[in-house]
C-alpha cells in the first residue's frame, strides 16, 4: 500500500503536526473506537462475546441485550500562571525538548475545580488561587479522553516548584517571550551540536497549544499602552 500511494504509515501524534482540523478530528475519532471496539469485545456481566451495530456505535451482549457504548475518560488540563510567567512541564514519554500543560483525569466524585487543585497540587506543590474555563476537545490518546482546558493563576508570593517526579521528568516557569518565541517553532526537533534539544510546544491541533496561546495573547494585550 505504501507504494502504490508513494506515502508511509506513521503514528498518529506525529501525523497531527501535518493534518488539518477537519481530517485530524476524523482520524482521532476512527482511532478511539477501533481501540474501544478492540477491548470491549466481552459482556463483563455475562463473559459471552459482544456484537457491534452496523455503524460501530455500539456494542451488544446477545445473551443479556445489555448495550454498551463508546466512554470516554475526562481529563483536565491547566496552564498555570503567577500573572507574569505560565509554567509547563514534561513527560519522560514527551518528545524531546517539548514542554506542555499539566494535566490529570478526574477521579469518581471529583468535579473539574477540585481536579485541578489537587493535580497543581500533586504534581507541582502549588496552590491554585482561581481558575477559568478555557475551551474542550476530543483526544484520541490513550484510548479516548475529553481534554477541558482551564487556566489557574496561583499567589506571585508562592511560586516555588516542587516536582512530583513519579509523574514529570521537570517542570519550570517560563516568561512571556519565551513562550512567545517557542509559539513561532515548528516541531519536532532533532538533537543540538551541543547536545540539547529545543524548547518547543505541542502542536497547533492540541488543545494545550490553544491554551498557551490564548495566554501569551492575554499577556501581550496587557502589556500594551492604553
Not at 19 to 37: E, G, I, V, Y
Amino acid at each position: 500500500m505504501e507504494t502504490e500511494l508513494k506515502g508511509s504509515f506513521i503514528e498518529l501524534r506525529k501525523a497531527l503536526f501535518q493534518l488539518n482540523a477537519r481530517d485530524a478530528s476524523m482520524l482521532s475519532t476512527a482511532q478511539a473506537l477501533l481501540r474501544w471496539h478492540d477491548a470491549h469485545q466481552f459482556c463483563s456481566r455475562s463473559g459471552q462475546p459482544t456484537k457491534k451495530n452496523v455503524a460501530g456505535s455500539k456494542r451488544v451482549c446477545p445473551s443479556n441485550n445489555i448495550i454498551y457504548y463508546p466512554q470516554m475518560a475526562p481529563v483536565v488540563i491547566t496552564l498555570v500562571s503567577d500573572g507574569t510567567r505560565c509554567l509547563l512541564a514534561r513527560q519522560s514519554s514527551f518528545p524531546k525538548g517539548m514542554y506542555s500543560a499539566l494535566a490529570g483525569f478526574c477521579d469518581i466524585g471529583e468535579s473539574v475545580e477540585e481536579t485541578i487543585r489537587r493535580e497543581v497540587a500533586e504534581e507541582v506543590g502549588l496552590e491554585v488561587e482561581s481558575l477559568q474555563y478555557c475551551a474542550s476537545q476530543h483526544w484520541p490518546f490513550p484510548s479516548g479522553s475529553l481534554m477541558i482546558a482551564c487556566h489557574a493563576t496561583v499567589k506571585p508570593g508562592q511560586t516555588e516548584i516542587q516536582v512530583n517526579l513519579r509523574e514529570l521528568e521537570t517542570a519550570a516557569w517560563f516568561s512571556h517571550d519565551e513562550v512567545a518565541t517557542a509559539l513561532k517553532r515548528k516541531g519536532p526537533y532533532t538533537q543540538q551540536q551541543n547536545g540539547t534539544f529545543p524548547f518547543w510546544l505541542p502542536p497547533k491541533l492540541a488543545i494545550s497549544h490553544q491554551l498557551i496561546k490564548e495566554w501569551v495573547e492575554k499577556q501581550t494585550c496587557s502589556s500594551l499602552p492604553a
